[in-house]
């Protein structure tokens, strides 16, 4: 069935360093995809989105690569901070009105 | 603007009881998703209402359901509680035409089942 998952349960960084946190899906007819951070306590929030059209989207400090020959997603976090501790989730779906589908979640820390 | 609001933030209920949690979407946002969140099983869809109509369903037992009012607010009943549905409930709202996009959520109700 489909399904998306991260590769890596855990990340430890080091504060300052850049961060990436992959992810696999395997729904081929995946349109939109979107990065999710949630801290303790909290729902999750949005970072970045990208379409299917695009293989790579940049915003503050982070930037998403999409890899659809291997159904590659992967989030890049530059000058890792504390504040960037928590768990990051990758969601996709076919279309705008259609479901999202979660990973399981990474958690990301950072060490001072 | 206020965010989406969800509401008790904690609930303890005992097997074979029910629940109904409440949703409240930002000011404007016509479309709301409800998510289950467990450790094992993460973040898993249970439904989506867009103006008052279940628009997307999961794969979630009918002892799940929902509704939406005229003005946007949600709820969901989980009847004949069992253990397993103890677990952070998300609702996520959207005012944009295509549901998926401008998710934003809100914190969540708590339900533990003893």
């Known amino acids: 069935g489909e399904s998306v998952g991260l590769h890596l349960p855990t990340l430890s960084v080091q504060e300052g360093d850049n961060s990436i946190i992959n992810c696999a899906y395997s729904?081929?007819?995946?349109?939109?995809f979107i990065w999710y951070k949630q801290e303790s306590g909290k729902g999750p929030q949005f970072i970045i989105d990208i379409r299917s059209n695009m293989d790579k989207r940049q915003g503050q400090r982070v930037t998403v690569l999409l890899n659809k020959t291997v159904k590659h997603l992967s989030l890049q976090i530059a000058a890792t901070q504390p504040g960037d501790s928590a768990v990051y989730f990758c969601?996709?779906?076919?279309?705008?009105?259609?479901?999202?589908?979660f990973g399981k979640g990474i958690t990301l820390s950072v060490r001072p | 603007k206020a965010g989406v609001t969800q509401t008790p933030r904690y609930l303890i209920k005992t097997r074979g009881q029910q629940v109904t949690l409440s949703c409240s979407p930002i000011s404007g946002h016509r479309s709301v998703s409800w998510y289950q969140q467990t450790p094992g099983q993460g973040l898993q869809f249970l439904f989506e209402y867009f103006s008052e109509t279940q628009r997307n369903k999961g794969n979630f037992p009918g002892r799940f359901s929902g509704r939406q009012f005229s003005n946007s607010r949600s709820e969901m009943n989980v009847s004949t509680l069992e253990l397993g549905d103890s677990a952070l409930y998300l609702c996520?709202?959207?005012?944009?035409?295509?549901?998926?996009?401008?998710?934003?959520f809100g914190s969540g109700t708590r339900l533990t089942v003893v």
């Open positions: 996520a709202s959207s005012g944009r035409q295509g549901s998926n996009y401008g998710y934003t």
């Open positions: 729904n081929s007819a995946s349109d939109y």
């Open positions: 969601a996709e779906s076919p279309g705008a009105n259609s479901k999202l589908t």
